[in-house]
């Protein structure tokens, strides 16, 4: 368990045409804290689009909540008409990990 969001996330990118750069927030659903350096470094993401509002640790780490959480974030911006794209990912016990993309097609 741990650094499965770190091959998950750039593979949802490709699969979406899209980068690291085009995503406005991240919702990675960390186990522990250091999978979550780990995560940002690898993945080079700019750790003001990460878990905005505190992480999986925090919330005690449910899998359900984290993307819940994230999508009421971009429903939050999108009212400043700003933000857009958010991914999610968790890490899934024996190094597995997912990852999804939402585009809130509403600000196009």
Do not use: W
Not at 47 to 68: F, M, R, T
């Amino acid at each position: 368990m741990g650094i499965g969001p770190s091959l998950a996330i750039p593979q949802v990118l490709e699969m979406a045409g899209i980068t690291t750069g085009d995503v406005d927030l991240f919702e990675i659903n960390e186990a522990f804290a250091s999978m979550m350096v780990y995560c940002i470094r690898t993945l080079k993401l700019d750790k003001e689009k990460v878990n905005v509002n505190g992480g999986a640790i925090a919330l005690g780490h449910p899998l359900d909540i984290q993307i819940a959480t994230g999508l009421a974030e971009l429903r939050r911006r999108k009212q400043k008409g700003l933000e857009k794209v958010l991914v999610t990912s968790m890490c899934i016990g024996t190094g597995m990990g997912a990852a999804a993309v939402f585009v809130n097609e509403d600000l196009d």
